[in-house]
């Protein structure tokens, strides 16, 4: 369905007008039949967010049929305080944790204490994009954070792997938004159907990179077109003149011509 979108132009330079073939296979008529409005600002973070995601992959485990997050180094490495419990589970899940691009080391000397080497590539880029606005440092709270999430998780389900995780989720759905175009950016007829092209081959077309809709139906043309007139009762008006013609004749005030 998405796949058939055609723009029609841009609206208040917030949204991009479009039609969408809504119909059935049986009905056999060309073009598309709803009206949408599409935020620009929206689609244009759900594309940056879906290829983020897919560049924070390692390609050469990707050919492999893997999947492993780009990571980098920090030195000197990251000390991080947790409870006994947590370290047991963590290190229980060392291999899982370093696909997720986190790499850690567990000193024999302090039983509270973790060492990370590692973290996901996307974590340093959120740390440089904060300091470059001149903002506290945020990847040692993010990784708190990381590490938290899946602690609970192989508490709860058993294991430390699934979805893409919760917190680099987050901050992906930060880069999206930060470098996404924005109300009120003017777009050519050309551009807005390169970014309805590209919403068009998103696995989650309908919803920005935080959930919210994408785009708001208005109105399906063959509704409009299709709608009826209300039709006089003749039937009902044909008694209503005998009714007339019968108890009228016998009006004494009526006048006769």
Not at 72 to 99: A, F, G
Request: net charge positive; hydrophobic share 35%.
């Amino acid at each position: 369905m998405v796949h058939s979108m055609k723009v029609l132009q841009q609206v208040d330079n917030k949204f991009i007008a479009c039609v969408i073939n809504t119909r059935n296979e049986m009905d056999k008529k060309e073009g598309g039949n709803l009206v949408v409005l599409v935020d620009q600002h929206a689609a244009h973070e759900r594309i940056r967010l879906e290829q983020l995601i897919a560049d924070s992959y390692e390609k050469e485990a990707a050919e492999c049929g893997k999947k492993k997050l780009l990571s980098s180094s920090i030195s000197p490495p990251m000390e991080i305080e947790v409870t006994e419990e947590q370290r047991r589970i963590l290190r229980c899940c060392y291999k899982n944790l370093k696909d997720l691009g986190l790499e850690l080391s567990f000193p024999e000397t302090n039983s509270s204490l973790i060492l990370v080497k590692k973290v996901p590539l996307c974590f340093i880029e959120r740390e440089a994009n904060e300091l470059r606005r001149k903002r506290q440092p945020v990847t040692e709270s993010i990784v708190e954070e990381f590490i938290q999430e899946q602690v609970e998780l192989v508490q709860t389900t058993g294991r430390a792997r699934g979805t893409l995780p919760l917190t680099l989720l987050k901050v992906l759905a930060s880069q999206a938004c930060h470098g996404a175009i924005k109300f009120n950016d003017s777009l050519t007829l050309e551009e807005s159907c390169q970014l309805i092209k590209a919403l068009s081959s998103c696995q989650l077309p309908f919803q920005c990179a935080h959930g919210r809709p994408s785009m708001m139906p208005l109105a399906d043309i063959d509704h409009l077109q299709q709608e009826i007139q209300p039709k006089p009762n003749l039937a009902r008006l044909r008694k209503m003149v005998r009714a007339w013609h019968l108890f009228g004749s016998k009006d004494p005030n009526q006048k006769k011509y």
